[in-house]
């Protein structure tokens, strides 16, 4: 089954969009009152610093999923359940955010909780990168002007994701705060660090299509 991508990716962006809002609605109020409440908005530190990590990640997902799609000019089957789970796990990092702010201090359950956090983004990448080995297998779903020779070649920097957060899942069993931070200088990098996919040179695409016509 193939159709136009333009409703896939406004549900996407509508669930991505969703999702960023409830990290936020996951910072209570304190209850403290009068000058105390200096001492309650200092307490929840540690939500705050997930909230930002975990923002910075789904955005940089959001990116990589916008750029994704604006290449394409259909969709099949398969893609539409690949992405469906691609969703499915971005809808749980609130929940992986909340879990790790809760315990992020507590000497007992820190490192539990970061391991749970880590090892979801192994889960997201490797979902990710499911979906983008679909795209690239045959070519079929992009563009004309896409490479897809150049866009399979990229498969490996989209994949860099499932090694570096293993690597993060082994920290979490020394530190959770560096374990946030690790996140946050991965976010980082992927965000300064977008991988462009490749278009045909005009002429390259001009004499194809003159071949194609002989």
């Known amino acids: 089954m193939e159709s136009e991508t333009g409703r896939i990716e406004a549900f996407s962006d509508g669930v991505f969009a969703i999702v960023i809002t409830i990290l936020v609605l996951e910072i209570k109020v304190p209850?403290?009152?009068?000058?105390?409440?200096?001492?309650?908005?200092?307490?929840?530190?540690?939500?705050?610093?997930?909230?930002?990590?975990?923002?910075?990640?789904?955005?940089?997902?959001?990116v990589n999923h916008h750029t994704i799609f604006v290449h394409l000019s259909r969709v099949d089957r398969p893609l539409l359940f690949l992405n469906l789970l691609v969703l499915m796990v971005v809808s749980v990092i609130p929940w992986t955010?909340?879990?790790?702010?809760?315990?992020?201090?507590?000497?007992?359950?820190a490192n539990i909780a970061a391991i749970l956090y880590s090892?979801?983004?192994?889960?997201?990448?490797l979902a990710f990168l499911s979906l983008w080995w679909h795209v690239t297998r045959v070519g079929h779903l992009f563009h004309d002007k896409v490479d897809k020779d150049g866009a399979r070649a990229t498969r490996l920097r989209f994949g860099l994701g499932?090694?570096?957060?293993?690597?993060?899942?082994?920290?979490s069993l020394f530190s959770a705060p560096l374990t946030l931070v690790a996140h946050f200088l991965i976010a980082i990098y992927y965000a300064a660090n977008q991988i462009p996919i490749p278009l045909v040179i005009e002429?390259?695409?001009?004499?194809?299509?003159s071949d194609l016509r002989k």
């Open 31 to 62: 209850h403290e009152k009068g000058t105390e409440l200096w001492h309650g908005l200092w307490e929840q530190w540690p939500h705050y610093a997930a909230y930002v990590v975990s923002f910075l990640i789904i955005g940089v997902m959001w």
């Open 97 to 109: 955010t909340s879990v790790l702010a809760e315990n992020l201090t507590d000497p007992d359950s």
């Open 119 to 125: 090892s979801w983004t192994v889960v997201y990448a």
């Open 162 to 171: 499932a090694i570096a957060y293993p690597c993060t899942v082994v920290l």
């Open 203 to 209: 002429e390259e695409r001009l004499a194809s299509e």
